[in-house]
Nanobody, 124 residues
Framework: QVLLQESGGGLVQAGGSLRLSCAASGRTLSSYAMGWFRQAPGKEREFVAAISSSGSRSYYADSVEGRFTISRDNAKNTVYLQMNSLKPEDTAVYYC?????????????????WGQGTQVTVSS
C-alpha cells in the first residue's frame, strides 16, 4: 500500500509559477512510475505528466509541454511538478498517482494509488 500526500497548491496570477510536491509513505516510490492528473470544474480528470520509476523518461500532455516539468527524488520518496507560465485554463485540483507500469503511463486505469489532491487556481 502507498499513501500519497500532495502539497504546494494555491492562488497565483496568470504567468506565475507554482511547485507541487507529492510525498509518499508505506512503500518506496522507486517501485512505481508516477503521474500528475488534474480535474477542472465540470470536466473529467485528465493526464498532465508522468515519469518512469527511475526518472529516466518523462511524458507530458500537449497542453502543458514546455511549461511544466515533472521530476522525482527517490531518496526523499517525493515527486514534483514545476508549473511555469500558468494560465487560467490550468485551474484545477491536481492529483498525484503511482503506477506499477514502471516505464510510465498516461491512462487513469493504469494507476493504483492516488492522493487527495491540491487546488491550483490561476487568476486572469
Amino acid at each position: 500500500q502507498v499513501l500519497l500526500q500532495e502539497s504546494g497548491g494555491g492562488l497565483v496570477q496568470a504567468g506565475g509559477s507554482l511547485r507541487l510536491s507529492c510525498a509518499a509513505s508505506g512503500r518506496t516510490l522507486s517501485s512505481y512510475a508516477m503521474g500528475w492528473f488534474r480535474q477542472a470544474p465540470g470536466k473529467e480528470r485528465e493526464f498532465v505528466a508522468a515519469i518512469s520509476s527511475s526518472g529516466s523518461r518523462s511524458y507530458y500532455a500537449d497542453s502543458v509541454e514546455g511549461r511544466f516539468t515533472i521530476s522525482r527524488d527517490n531518496a526523499k520518496n517525493t515527486v514534483y511538478l514545476q508549473m511555469n507560465s500558468l494560465k487560467p485554463e490550468d485551474t484545477a485540483v491536481y492529483y498525484c498517482a503511482a503506477s506499477r507500469y514502471l516505464a510510465g503511463a498516461i491512462e487513469i486505469r493504469k494507476y493504483d494509488y492516488w492522493g487527495q489532491g491540491t487546488q491550483v487556481t490561476v487568476s486572469s
